[in-house]
C-alpha cells in the first residue's frame, strides 16, 4: 500500500491535484495579505502589514496552515518532476511530423520547465522574506503593546534598491507570467484529475482556471510595480 502511494502514477496525479487546489487557496490569503502593502504608508500601511505579518506567525491555527502549504509545496515538487520525467521516458521517440501544438497548449506541454522556473522563485523568495521574517536581522518596534518586526520596511527596501530593485521587480513579474501559464494549465487539469469532467461543468471550470491565472498572477506582478516605481502616495 504505502508502495503504491509512492509509485503509482495514478495516485501521483491525485496528490498533484490536490496540493495544486490547495495551493491555489493559498495564493489568495498570501495575496489578500500582500495587497496590504499598496496602501500609502500615510494611512498606516507599515503598522497594519506588520500587524498582519505578526499575526501570521503567532497564530496557532495558521502555524499548522503554514506547514500543510509546505509539505504542499515539496509534494507537488516532487510529484511534478517525477511526473515529467515518466512522460518523458514513455515518449522517447519524437516523430517528426508530430504537431502536438494541435493537441495540447504550450503551457501543458511545458508544465515541468515551468515547474522549476516556480520552484527557483519560491526557494529565492523564501530565502529573501520568510527566512529573514524567522531568523535575519530585521528591527522590531512595539505596535499594541507587541514586539513586531518591521518586514514592511524589508519588504518596500527589497523592491526599491537602487542597484538590484529593478532586476527584483523584473524577476518577480516574470516569475508571476510563469505561475500564470501553469495554472492556466494545471487549474483545469486537477478538476480532470478528479474525474470531474462533464459537459455542464467543464466550460464552467474552463473559464474559472483562465480568470484565475490571470487574475491572481497579476495583481501579485503589480505589487513589486507599483513599489519599485513609487506608484503609491505616501
Not at 69 to 91: K, P
Request: some cysteine.
Amino acid at each position: 500500500m504505502a508502495n503504491a502511494l509512492l509509485t503509482t502514477s495514478l495516485v501521483k496525479k491525485y496528490w498533484m491535484a490536490g496540493t495544486g487546489l490547495f495551493l491555489c487557496l493559498f495564493l489568495i490569503g498570501h495575496l489578500a495579505g500582500n495587497l496590504q502593502l499598496l496602501i500609502p504608508e500615510a494611512d498606516g500601511a507599515r503598522d497594519q502589514f506588520n500587524a498582519y505579518a505578526y499575526f501570521m506567525t503567532h497564530n496557532p491555527l495558521v502555524k499548522i496552515l503554514s506547514w500543510i502549504t509546505y509539505v504542499s509545496i515539496i509534494i507537488h515538487a516532487i510529484d511534478g518532476l517525477i511526473l515529467a520525467y515518466q512522460n518523458r521516458q514513455a515518449r522517447p521517440t519524437k516523430y517528426v511530423k508530430n504537431n502536438t501544438s494541435r493537441n495540447s497548449t504550450w503551457s501543458s506541454r511545458n508544465m515541468g520547465i515551468l515547474g522549476t522556473v516556480i520552484l527557483a522563485f519560491i526557494i529565492i523568495h523564501m530565502s529573501n522574506f520568510w527566512y529573514t521574517m524567522h531568523w535575519g536581522p530585521i528591527e522590531s518596534y512595539i505596535l499594541e503593546d507587541k514586539p513586531v518586526k518591521d518586514l514592511y520596511t524589508v519588504v518596500m527596501k527589497f523592491f526599491t534598491d537602487p542597484d538590484m530593485g529593478l532586476l527584483f521587480t523584473v524577476f518577480y513579474v516574470l516569475s508571476m507570467i510563469a505561475i500564470a501559464f501553469h495554472l492556466y494549465h494545471g487549474f483545469q487539469s486537477a478538476f480532470q484529475s478528479f474525474g470531474l469532467n462533464h459537459p455542464e461543468w467543464n466550460s464552467i471550470i474552463k473559464r474559472t482556471g483562465y480568470g484565475f491565472a490571470i487574475l491572481i498572477p497579476l495583481l501579485f506582478a503589480i505589487i513589486p510595480i507599483a513599489l519599485h516605481f513609487k506608484l503609491i502616495t505616501q
